[in-house]
């Protein structure tokens, strides 16, 4: 919780109103993003991002499994965020439980699809090595090392940035086992796929404070929300998930216009996403 | 791939005979398996005071879907929570073990709960009871398709039954994307095979929205038509749920 007084809260929303926030940036300018991969070598991937002085990281874990009865032909991909209390002392304990489940849920909401799978940004049928009996569970862990507002976009850029850093070792299938009941399989560890993540969505919250909604929020912005709608896009300007927060009820027509908004950001963020990987990628590659 | 209907062991899961039986039924022109047009809801009953020892409960029925909520309060805060000079909102969302064709299945609850949460607490005038809390418990007796939007319907008629203050009555309603074709208050087997799902919850009479997810792919203009076929529909529930209301108030009066 930011501790306000009245005067700087008056401040605040006042700036906003005026499209000049604290910070020098207008309502829908994001701080700058910095990106780096590869920073848990023990993991298949990972990024970590900090959005000003949100600083959060993200790890994916590939490990084989079974695939699901309901599902034989997709693989299974889990999501889990930690709000680890270093980054705020009220998340000890179970006190980050409540905002761990809440950004999962989103989290899994904007990057799993729907239940038949369609719209995914994440292709689960390509984590398949042996139809019904073996494929990849991926395991997405996110970690806020700390926050100072907009965790879900920040986590968004960081899974981006983990999956595109994430290597699936090749998998080789004894020739002829198929029909068995456990086929043997060989593990490359020299081999390794790259993940396909031109369809994950990137994450924008829109957090409205007075009439005026805003990108990007800061914690002390973020406490003189109203409501804020997390709208997660991707590179075809499709909506892949929404999810709304604060209690305040909106209007269904602002509704749409941040939509429309939404989708004019998301370029902008993609773009910019983009090229912070390629060279994170470019950077990490030169070091090894 | 070869060998795999074969080679499956012998399972006392009913799941994949239901994934056989039922994969052709979402192809080109199909029809609702209960026979439902595609903007048609279920038929909606409600009923308030299905609990006595709650302060306001209710009872709702949309299909096979079947739900109570019970609301007690306002009361004391607990002393660990902190003084605070708007009232408190408390919220869970349960299953019967028996609410889902696998026992023991009803998955979610934290996430309904923290749903249920976000829906109401925008619509209650939580000023009207400072230092105490409302809790609200809901129980989801039979699960079969749209069941957070139910709960969320029925809580807030068991609010207006216990006399708590709210701007408005809140429903909520939601629509799947199955194979093209928007469909409104899915059932169970339709949410299993959905490639998207939206779901609104509004306050009717002040045209508000409280609460909106959506989940898979969606392009603008479906966007649109889902979210006014949400808003419609929640109107013409909000009404029915006001005649339920009325018709207790009445009966209560002879």
């Known amino acids: 919780m930011v501790g306000l007084s009245l005067g700087e809260q008056h401040f605040i929303q006042g700036g906003i109103a005026q499209d000049l926030r604290c910070d020098g940036r207008k309502r829908l300018a994001y701080r700058p993003i910095s990106v780096e991969t590869g920073v848990i070598p023990q993991a298949n991937g990972s990024a970590r991002v900090r959005m000003g002085a949100t600083d959060v990281i993200a790890s994916v874990k590939a490990e084989l499994g079974k695939p699901s009865l309901l599902q034989p032909n997709k693989g299974k991909v889990s999501i889990y965020i930690d709000c680890s209390s270093t980054a705020e002392p009220a998340f000890e304990g179970r006190g980050g439980d409540e905002l761990s489940a809440e950004l999962s849920t989103a989290l899994q909401r904007c990057l799993l699809g729907g239940k038949s799978g369609a719209g995914a940004g994440i292709d689960l049928s390509s984590l398949v090595v042996i139809d019904g009996k073996i494929c990849w569970d991926l395991y997405i862990d996110g970690l806020v090392v700390f926050s100072d507002g907009n965790l879900l976009d920040a986590l968004g850029a960081a899974i981006k940035a983990a999956l595109s850093n994430t290597g699936i070792p090749r998998v080789h299938v004894a020739a002829g086992a198929s029909s068995d009941e456990k086929p043997e399989i060989d593990v490359s560890d020299e081999e390794f796929l790259q993940f396909d993540t031109s369809a994950v969505p990137v994450i924008i919250t829109l957090t409205k404070v007075g009439k005026h909604y805003i990108v990007d929020a800061t914690s002390e912005e973020e406490s003189q929300m109203s409501s804020a709608v997390s709208i997660s896009v991707n590179r075809q300007r499709c909506i892949c998930g929404i999810t709304k927060r604060g209690g305040a009820g909106l209007d269904p027509s602002i509704i749409l216009d941040m939509i429309s908004v939404a989708q004019h950001v998301s370029e902008q963020l993609i773009n910019k996403l983009d090229s912070e990987i390629a060279s994170a990628e470019a950077g990490d590659d030169d070091e090894s | ?254």
């Open chain 2, 1 to 254: 791939m070869a060998g795999k209907g074969g080679a499956n062991p012998a399972t006392y899961s009913p799941s994949p005979t239901i994934q056989k039986k039922k994969a052709p039924l979402f192809k080109e022109d199909w029809v609702r398996p209960d026979g439902r047009g595609f903007h048609q809801c279920r038929p909606a009953f409600f009923r308030t005071g299905a609990v006595n020892a709650a302060s306001g409960s209710a009872y709702a029925e949309f299909g096979n879907t079947k739900v109570i909520v019970s609301v007690f309060g306002p009361r004391e805060s607990k002393k660990a929570m902190m003084y605070s000079d708007t009232g408190r909102l408390n919220c869970n969302v349960s299953f019967t073990t028996f609410a889902t064709p696998v026992r023991g299945q009803g998955s979610d609850h934290k996430e309904y709960t923290a749903m249920l949460h976000k829906a109401l607490e925008g619509a209650i005038i939580l000023e009207s009871f400072p230092k105490t809390t409302v809790d609200v418990f809901a129980l989801v007796l039979e699960s079969s398709g749209s069941d957070l939007p139910v709960v969320i319907s029925c809580a807030s008629l068991a609010l207006a039954d216990a006399g708590i203050m709210m701007y408005d009555l809140v429903a909520s309603v939601s629509v799947s994307c199955v194979s093209k074709n928007l469909v409104i208050d899915p059932i169970f087997e339709e949410e299993n095979y959905q490639d998207g799902s939206l779901m609104i919850t509004c306050m009717p009479s002040r045209y508000e929205i409280t609460q909106l997810t959506v989940t898979g792919e969606w392009s603008t203009p479906k966007i649109n038509e889902g979210m006014q076929l949400c808003l419609d529909a929640c109107a013409k529930l909000a009404k029915i749920m006001r005649s339920c209301l009325k018709e207790a108030a009445s009966d209560s009066k002879e």
